[in-house]
C-alpha cells in the first residue's frame, strides 16, 4: 500500500485537501459497511450456503487488509501438521496471481516443497480437489476469515499489534474489511509483531481483545529472522551484517514492520524503498532497483524479504549482492493452547 494513502488515512496529511478526501472516504465507506453487515448476517442465518470440505478445515485470516504476517503462521500450522502425519493443502485466493503463483505461494513452496498449494477464486472447488485428487485430510485455508463459502473447524485471525484496527475505520476510509466485532467469530487470536510495541500499549490491546471476545484465547507473537538467504538457497548467519551499511527495499503490505526488523538486527539503513503490496517486479523495476543499489549500496549489499526474492530471483542487482532475510513465527505465549487449539480441530 502506498506511503501516501496511509499517511492520508493515518491523519497525518493535513489541511483542508486532506480532510475532505478523508471526509469522501468515510461516506464511500458507509455502503461497504451495509454489504459486509448484510453479507454476515445472510451467513450467520443460514441463508447463504456454507460447503462442507468433509475434511478438518482451519482458517488463518485477519480483519485488515495488509501485512499482519500470516504467511509465517501458516507455514507454522502446516508443519504442525505435517509432524503429526497428517497431509494437508493450502488453499488460498491467490491475490497478484493473474501470471502464476504469487508471492505467497512461491514462498510456502520453497519453505514447505512437500505441501501442495493450490490458488483460486473459488476456495469450495479448491477444497473439492485437494480432497478428491491430492487425497488430504486436512486443508487450511489461507487469507480466509471473510471466504466464509467453506466451513471450517477453527478460525485464526491475527492482529498486528502495530496498527491492530486498521486506523479504526472500515475500507476505504481505513483498513478494516470489516468490523472488530467480528473477532466474535474467532477461534483463536493470534498478535503479531508485539516485539514492535511497548508493553502497555500490548496490555491495552489485549484487554480490547478480551472485550470483544470474551471467550477467546490470546496468542502473543512475533517474527522470528532466522537466517540470510539468497535465490540459490546459500545462508548467512543473522550476524553478518550487523554494522553493514545495507540498501533495503520491499513489496509487502507493512513495510514499516521490516524496516523496523532490520534495525534492531543491528544494520545500518543507507536508504529504504518500498512497493505495493505483492508488487510484480518487471524488467523496469529491475533496472531501476540496479540503479537505485548503484548509488546507495555503499558496501555492495543490498537485502529484502524473502517474498520478494521469490519473484525476483536473482542473486545480484548490478554489482551488489541481493540477500533476504527469513522469518518464522515465534511464539512469545500461549504456545500450548495454539497447538491444542490445533489439534483439536483435526477432531
Not at 165 to 172: M, N, R, S
Not at 207 to 221: D, F, R, S
Not at 274 to 281: G, I, M, Q, R, V
Request: glycine residues 8%; positive net charge; proline residues 5%.
Amino acid at each position: 500500500m502506498h506511503d501516501s494513502l496511509l499517511t492520508l488515512l493515518a491523519g497525518e496529511r493535513r489541511g483542508l485537501g486532506a480532510a475532505l478526501e478523508r471526509c469522501g472516504l468515510q461516506l464511500a465507506a458507509v455502503p461497504y459497511s451495509w454489504a459486509v453487515a448484510i453479507r454476515n448476517r445472510l451467513f450467520d442465518l443460514g441463508w447463504r450456503a456454507i460447503h462442507q470440505a468433509g475434511v478438518p478445515v482451519v482458517s488463518v485470516g485477519n480483519l485488515t487488509v495488509g501485512g499482519t504476517g500470516k504467511t509465517p503462521c501458516v507455514e507454522y500450522v502446516a508443519r504442525l501438521f505435517c509432524q503429526l502425519n497428517r497431509r494437508v493443502a493450502i488453499l488460498s485466493r491467490g491475490y497478484g496471481s493473474r501470471e502464476g503463483p504469487n508471492d505467497e505461494a512461491l514462498l510456502l513452496k520453497e519453505n514447505l516443497p512437500d505441501v501442495p498449494h493450490l490458488q483460486a477464486a473459488d476456495r469450495v472447488a479448491l477444497a473439492q480437489r485437494a480432497v478428491e485428487q491430492l487425497k488430504c485430510d486436512v486443508l487450511l485455508l489461507d487469507d480466509g476469515f471473510q471466504h466464509r463459502r467453506l466451513a471450517r473447524d477453527l478460525d485464526l485471525v491475527l492482529l498486528d499489534a502495530t496498527q491492530p484496527w486498521g486506523f479504526g475505520h472500515l475500507l476505504p476510509r481505513g483498513l478494516l474489511r470489516e468490523s472488530r466485532r467480528g473477532l466474535e467469530r474467532a477461534g483463536v487470536v493470534l498478535v503479531t509483531r508485539c516485539d514492535q510495541v511497548p508493553q502497555p500499549a500490548l496490555d491495552r490491546l489485549q484487554a480490547e481483545v478480551t472485550q470483544l471476545a470474551p471467550q477467546t484465547p490470546v496468542i502473543l507473537t512475533s517474527h522470528r529472522p532466522t537466517e540470510w538467504i539468497d535465490a540459490e538457497r546459500r545462508t548467512k548467519p543473522l550476524e553478518q551484517f550487523v554494522g553493514k551499511r545495507v540498501a533495503a527495499f520491499c513489496g509487502i503490505g507493512n513495510p514499516e514492520a521490516f524496516r523496523r526488523t532490520l534495525v534492531d538486527l543491528g544494520v545500518t539503513l543507507g536508504a529504504f524503498r518500498s512497493f505495493p503490496d505483492h508488487h510484480a517486479y518487471r524488467r523496469n523495476d529491475i533496472e531501476s532497483l540496479c540503479n537505485w543499489a548503484r548509488q546507495n549500496a555503499t558496501e555492495g549489499i543490498v537485502v529484502t524479504t524473502q517474498k520478494d526474492l521469490v519473484k525476483l530471483r536473482l542473486t545480484r542487482l548490478g554489482e551488489c549482492e541481493l540477500w533476504a532475510l527469513r522469518i518464522q513465527l515465534r511464539i512469545h505465549a500461549g504456545q500450548d493452547t495454539l497447538d491444542r487449539k490445533l489439534k483439536e480441530a483435526l477432531g
